[in-house]
């Protein structure tokens, strides 16, 4: 019951900015955490930032450190990533989704509700 839409991407070249929106309906602010992921053609799907709804408690894949910012506005149901110094191997499609009370923070499998994707395309 939890729908989450993306929007945002786009083709930047390396060294410039985007900042990425996941729009929630449903019920979500009750405990749960929110989380970007990506996947580029051939690979796994990877974390790459969370954060929890109710204290805004953030956390990040060393590779994006000191580069993105996550955020979220509880009452706008609405999860930022503010990506800045963007590289060529940051190029992927970046999902969001909404995490279960229980289970790794850093995990596919502890999400339960995923949005369809934006794709973020870095050019050298």
């Known amino acids: 019951q939890v729908r989450l839409v993306e929007s945002g991407g786009g083709l930047v070249q390396a060294g410039g900015s985007l900042r990425l929106s996941c729009a929630a309906s449903?019920?979500?602010?009750?405990?749960?955490?929110m989380g970007w992921f990506r996947q580029a053609p051939g690979k796994e799907r990877e974390f790459v930032s969370a954060?929890?709804?109710?204290?805004?408690?953030?956390y990040y894949t060393d590779s994006v450190k000191g580069r993105f910012t996550i955020s979220r506005d509880n009452a706008k149901s609405t999860v930022y990533l503010q990506m800045n110094s963007l590289k060529p191997e940051d190029t992927a499609n970046y999902y969001c989704?909404?995490?279960?009370?229980?289970?790794?923070?850093?995990?596919?499998?502890?999400?339960?509700?995923w949005g369809q994707g934006t794709q973020v395309t870095v050019s050298s």
């Open positions: 989704a909404r995490k279960s009370p229980i289970g790794n923070v850093y995990s596919t499998k502890g999400y339960d509700y």
């Open positions: 449903g019920r979500t602010f009750n405990g749960y955490v």
């Open positions: 954060i929890t709804w109710a204290n805004g408690y953030t």
